[in-house]
């Protein structure tokens, strides 16, 4: 089973970045530009994992968050915020949204790749063949 990974991104040069980490790592990604199409993706594709920027247009990161939370379907699905706020309270209401892990901009390359594996394990390519 393939780990798909639903970037929710609004900055081109983030989600090139992080499209270019993850999928070298052998992880299959989308990528949603702002809230509202972040929630759409989440209910058509159901992916393993949500990486979620919490400044983004429309409907922002924290509303997505709980909109996704709130609904029995998609619940389960693992959400890691990420946001170049590092306020104090910040990461915790990242948390009290229903993101389950957050991870603040910049973020070293190996920190998000530990912190993805951490939720939904190595990609499936990877995981074949060890």
């Known amino acids: 089973m393939n780990q798909l990974i639903l970037l929710v991104e609004d900055d081109p040069m983030m989600q090139r970045m992080a499209l270019k980490v993850l ?3 052998g992880y299959h990604c989308e990528v949603a530009g702002n809230g509202r199409e972040g929630i759409a ?3 058509r ?3 393993t994992l949500i990486l979620m920027d919490l400044s983004l247009p429309e409907i922002n990161g924290w509303d997505a968050a709980r909109t996704l939370k709130a609904n029995p379907q998609l619940a389960w699905i693992p959400i890691i915020a990420t ?4 306020m104090v309270g910040d990461r915790e209401s990242a948390l009290e949204a229903g993101c389950d892990e957050c991870l ?3 973020y070293e390359i190996e920190e998000l790749v530990t912190m993805v594996a951490r939720f939904i394990g190595p990609p499936a390519s990877e995981a074949k063949s060890a």
């Open 23 to 25: 999928v070298s790592r």
């Open 41 to 43: 993706m989440a209910e």
């Open 45 to 47: 594709l159901r992916p």
């Open 83 to 86: 946001t170049a706020h590092a």
């Open 104 to 106: 603040t901009k910049p």
